[in-house]
Nanobody
């Protein structure tokens, strides 16, 4: 069982930066694939980034602007978001999976989400 708690969301102007954090409980944090997803109003939840082993993957829409990282000692995964755009506005969720995938369906554990709003 893994419990996830996100923090770090907020309101930022276009071009600004935010860093999201996801604190995880559980002794086997390092064994999970950790991902970030987002969901804008009226849209489906979409993949943003994930981390498995030494590999990171990003959605094309955030590549070069967002960076995922994790601290296994602290059971925390981060999402550094730079050069934010109004279209990045969404609720951001972290999630944990047993398999490497970008499909939300296969993520077993989810946080409650944190709102990110980017003003133009």
């Amino acid at each position: 069982q893994v419990q996830l708690v996100e923090s770090g969301g907020g309101l930022v102007q276009a071009g600004g930066s935010l860093r999201l954090s996801c604190a995880a409980s559980g002794r086997t944090f390092s064994s999970y694939v950790m991902g970030w997803f987002r969901q804008a109003p009226g849209k489906e939840r979409e993949f943003v980034a994930n981390w498995s082993g030494d590999n990171t993957y990003y959605a094309d829409s955030v590549k070069g602007r967002f960076t995922i990282s994790r601290d296994n000692a602290e059971n925390t995964v981060y999402l550094q978001m730079n050069s934010l755009k109004p279209e990045d506005t969404a609720v951001y969720y972290c999630a944990a999976a047993n398999v490497l995938t970008t499909t939300p369906l296969y993520y077993n554990y989810w946080g409650q989400g944190t709102q990110v709003t980017v003003s133009s």
